[in-house]
């Protein structure tokens, strides 16, 4: 079982980029699903949320306005798509699936992790 998140890259401020993350060797349908964010010397912090339908989305405030969370059940992957993106959202990125249908911000929710994908924002 694994998350494979990818889309990660080096872009400047103000742009764009969409995070990707597959899940392999089973499925997560009908598991909530997030994502997270650690930046160099911070905690990891969460960033979005969707439930296993596709609502109950939710968004870190930081975040907020400019990242859409999505998913596609079918093809078992979820996307981050990331808008004006600023100097501050550089971070490695992780997608995780709860243990609940429903997401949440608490990390404590969350049983599988990816690998990261790390974003570089340069202003």
């Known amino acids: 079982v694994q998350l494979q998140a990818s889309g990660g890259g080096l872009v400047h401020s103000g742009g764009s980029l969409r995070l990707s993350c597959v899940a392999s060797g089973r499925t997560f349908s009908n598991n909530g699903m997030g994502w997270f964010r650690q930046a160099p010397g911070k905690e990891r912090e969460f960033v979005a949320t969707?439930?296993?339908?596709?609502?109950?989305?939710y968004y870190a405030d930081s975040v907020k306005g400019r990242f859409i969370i999505s998913r596609d059940r079918a093809k078992n992957t979820i996307y981050l798509q990331m808008n004006s993106l600023k100097a501050e959202d550089t971070a490695v990125y992780y997608c995780?699936?709860?243990?609940?249908?429903?997401?949440?911000?608490?990390?404590?929710?969350?049983?599988?992790w990816g690998q990261g994908t790390q974003v570089t924002v340069s202003s």
């Open positions: 969707i439930g296993w339908n596709g609502g109950n989305i």
């Open positions: 995780a699936a709860s243990r609940y249908a429903v997401g949440g911000s608490e990390q404590g929710n969350y049983v599988k």
